[in-house]
Structures are given as structure tokens and as C-alpha cells.
């Protein structure tokens, strides 16, 4: 456990984390992957061209150095990036590994500002950091509804709007008719907003890619469901979304881990009418909340809900229908669409509408993200009243 000397001396380095965290992430980064390639199965190749991964490492890093006489205070951003390393099933060996090349990157950034004496509480303070995350994940290991990735099958491939895919997956079976390791759909408890994670093996890239999609239902009649969208925006190819819908097929195999996220409706709320539920999306974001919708309203369908989706046009409208019954069910509802091709715009301007108090959900692209959120926080509505889950690392949008 760090010293009180050497809190000090951690705290003494905010200022130099707050100017140069990103380049020190970038370097641990490259010089990692360099020594260990086969952590690259691992890590989001995507995020970690566009910066992602370095912004929200810096951001946690700089977080535990403010915070290190009282890491309990970051409990809450330990637990949505413990939920994304269970999912990814980074385990204990990992933290040492991680610890000295975050070491080594802050020498090679920082070169003789970084002395022994910082470079020694860092050391202390980190294997502090390492040993809270090492136990809350070590929960969420123990609380998994299966272990590692386990087999599926592929039951049903449904094409529900343009380039977005909703794959419906069972437990493969063994020709004995047993499953790997027992999993029973009809026991199985999912929440909506969590995810699952998919590992994959593309043919045109040198390692394993592994992504989080978030489900559609909490329903497991015709199996799991999550929804995935084709990405080639941007002259960006997305390696693991194009080659599902490209390469999976009904009947092929599928490797998934089990359910995991902390964006879920707060459950002291689903029973009340004086606080509305509302439910913002865009894109593909519309499925974690498409599965808040069906849970809210199969809970509680008096409780005023205010739905709100942003896309290109009808044609990539998705969930339409779904939608559209589940709001039909419900006793107290506003229903807001908005097509970029026809100059809609959930703005700022709509944003203003919505009542305090509110319980809010958002899930969209990072810029649909921020602007969401930015707007709504400018609007004065709490934190606590503002739930997100972006594609992407959380910490990165401030978290």
C-alpha cells in the first residue's frame, strides 16, 4: 500500500499528467504491443487509431492520481471498465504487465523530470489501482452467467434496417446434446442495456478482434439477440461488424462471453409515474434502450415515456415495428423521430423540452454522444439523471 510519502508525491504529478497523460499512453501503448503482440487480441485496434483508448487511459490514470488517498471514490468508473475487462476476460496476469509499461512510458515521456522517487510511488500507487480493479472483477468473474467464450449457434439472422443485422444465437449443443458448459435460456437472466462480447478471427487481420453489441431483448424465447451495424462510414472499415454480416450465417458458429454493463434502468424507478423515463438513440444506438423499453413497459407501462431516435431516413429506421408496439402497450407516451435527410435535428432546441426532473438514457455514435450529453448537463440535469453507454471507452467522454 503507497506511503502517505509517496501519495504525495503522486498527487505532486497531476500537473504533469493534466499536459502530457495522452502522450505517456500513447507511448505505453506502443511499446507494449511491441513486446507483447499477442495483447493485440485483446484491444480494440479501432479505438486505438482514433485515440480512443489513449484519451480514456489518461483520463483514468489522471482520475486515480486526484483520487489516490481514497480510491473508493472511483468505484463507479472501476466498475463500468471492470464490466468491459470481464467481458474481454482480462485477467490478474495482465495488471503486471500493464503496470511496467505504464512505468516505462512515464520515464521515456517525462526522461530525468521522472526520478526514482516518482517513478517508486508511482509503482506503489499503481499496484494500489491494480488491486482494486483485481477485486471488483474478481465479483464480476464469480457473478457470470458462464465463464470464458462459449460456443453458439447461430438460429436466426434477421436484416431490420439498412446495414443493421439482428443475430439471434442459442448454446451449441455437443452431439450428446450437452453444452459446454450449462447453459439454460429459460434460467438465464439478462438486463436490459448489458452486452455481450464476440470473438472473432476476420481473415484479413492478424489477430483475434473482439467487440461488444448490446442486446436487443431480454426475452431468450428465439435465443440472445443483438443487433450490429454494418460500419464503412468515414472510409472506415469495421473489421468485426462487416465481417458478421458478411461471414455469419444461420447455423454457423459463434463465440460469445456472457452479459455484462452497468447501463440499465435504475430499478427504484421503473415503479414510479412522477419521474418520466426518457429514451434517447441514434443509429444503432437504438438497441440497448429498445430492451429499457420493453422492460420498463412490461413492468410498469403507466410510468410517462418520452422516445426520441435520430437516423439517416426511413430506410435506416430500425426497430420500427418493435417500437411501435411496445409504445402501443404503454399508457402515457411521446414518440419523436428524426430523419437527418430531411433536416431534423435532435438538437439543443428539443433538448429544452424535456421535463426535470427526468431519468435519461442515451446511447448513439461518440459525437452523438457528447452532444447529448453536453446539452443536457448545460440544461441542468444531473449527472445522476444522465445515463449513457457509448460505443467506445467510456472514461474517454469524462465519466
Known amino acids: 500500500m503507497a506511503t502517505q510519502e509517496h501519495i504525495e508525491i503522486v498527487k505532486s504529478t497531476i500537473?504533469?499528467?493534466?499536459?502530457?497523460?495522452?502522450?505517456?499512453?500513447?507511448?505505453?501503448?506502443?511499446?507494449?504491443?511491441?513486446?507483447?503482440?499477442?495483447?493485440?487480441?485483446?484491444?480494440?485496434?479501432?479505438?486505438?487509431?482514433?485515440?480512443?483508448?489513449?484519451?480514456?487511459?489518461?483520463?483514468?490514470?489522471?482520475?486515480?492520481?486526484?483520487?489516490i488517498e481514497n480510491l473508493a471514490v472511483l468505484l463507479p468508473q472501476v466498475k463500468q471498465i471492470g464490466h468491459k475487462h470481464r467481458a474481454l476476460q482480462i485477467q490478474p496476469e495482465h495488471y503486471p504487465i500493464v503496470g511496467k509499461y505504464l512505468l516505462g512510458a512515464i520515464k521515456e515521456v517525462l526522461g530525468d523530470a521522472a526520478t526514482d522517487d516518482i517513478i517508486e510511488a508511482w509503482a506503489d500507487a499503481y499496484n494500489d489501482i491494480a488491486s482494486v480493479f483485481i477485486q471488483v472483477e474478481k465479483q464480476m468473474y464469480a457473478n457470470a452467467a458462464w465463464q470464458g467464450f462459449v460456443p453458439f449457434t447461430v438460429s436466426n439472422k434477421q436484416i431490420i434496417a439498412t446495414d443493421i443485422a439482428v443475430f439471434y444465437v442459442k448454446p451449441k449443443t455437443n452431439n450428446d446434446n450437452h453444452t459446454q458448459q450449462a447453459i439454460d435460456l429459460d434460467k438465464l437472466t439478462l438486463n436490459a442495456g448489458q452486452y455481450i462480447t464476440v470473438k472473432t478471427h476476420p481473415a484479413d487481420s492478424d489477430n483475434l478482434a473482439l467487440r461488444h453489441y448490446s442486446l436487443c431483448s431480454t426475452n431468450t424465447d428465439n435465443g440472445i439477440s443483438f443487433a450490429v451495424r454494418r460500419d464503412n462510414r468515414n472510409a472506415h472499415h469495421g473489421l468485426v461488424s462487416n465481417y458478421l454480416h458478411d461471414n455469419v450465417n444461420i447455423g454457423d458458429e459463434i463465440l460469445l462471453s456472457a452479459p455484462a454493463g452497468d447501463f440499465q434502468l435504475q430499478p427504484e424507478l421503473i415503479t414510479q409515474n412522477n419521474i418520466p423515463l426518457v429514451l434517447i438513440s441514434a443509429g444503432v444506438g437504438i438497441t440497448p434502450v429498445l430492451a429499457m423499453l420493453e422492460t420498463q413497459i412490461h413492468s410498469n407501462p403507466n410510468r410517462p415515456i418520452i422516445w426520441a431516435y435520430a437516423c439517416q431516413?426511413?430506410?435506416?429506421?430500425?426497430?420500427?415495428?418493435?417500437?411501435?408496439?411496445?409504445?402501443?402497450?404503454?399508457?402515457?407516451?411521446?414518440?419523436?423521430?428524426?430523419?437527418?435527410?430531411?433536416?431534423?435535428?435532435?438538437?439543443?432546441?428539443?433538448?429544452?423540452?424535456?421535463?426535470?426532473?427526468?431519468?435519461?438514457?442515451?446511447?448513439?455514435?461518440?459525437?452523438?454522444?457528447?452532444?447529448?450529453?453536453?446539452?443536457?448537463?448545460?440544461?441542468?440535469?444531473?449527472?445522476?439523471?444522465?445515463?449513457?453507454?457509448?460505443?467506445g471507452p467510456k472514461m474517454s467522454l469524462g465519466g
Open 313 to 391: 431516413n426511413n430506410a435506416h429506421h430500425a426497430f420500427a415495428d418493435e417500437v411501435e408496439q411496445l409504445l402501443a402497450q404503454a399508457d402515457n407516451v411521446e414518440k419523436h423521430i428524426f430523419y437527418s435527410e430531411d433536416g431534423q435535428r435532435l438538437d439543443d432546441t428539443w433538448l429544452a423540452s424535456l421535463p426535470k426532473p427526468a431519468d435519461v438514457y442515451v446511447c448513439g455514435s461518440m459525437p452523438f454522444m457528447e452532444s447529448i450529453i453536453d446539452g443536457l448537463h448545460a440544461l441542468e440535469h444531473g449527472k445522476d439523471s444522465v445515463h449513457y453507454e457509448p460505443f
Open 15 to 67: 500537473p504533469v499528467l493534466e499536459e502530457h497523460g495522452t502522450q505517456i499512453t500513447k507511448v505505453f501503448y506502443k511499446n507494449m504491443f511491441a513486446d507483447h503482440p499477442e495483447l493485440l487480441d485483446i484491444f480494440n485496434k479501432t479505438n486505438q487509431q482514433q485515440g480512443r483508448q489513449q484519451t480514456a487511459l489518461a483520463m483514468t490514470v489522471l482520475a486515480a492520481a486526484k483520487h
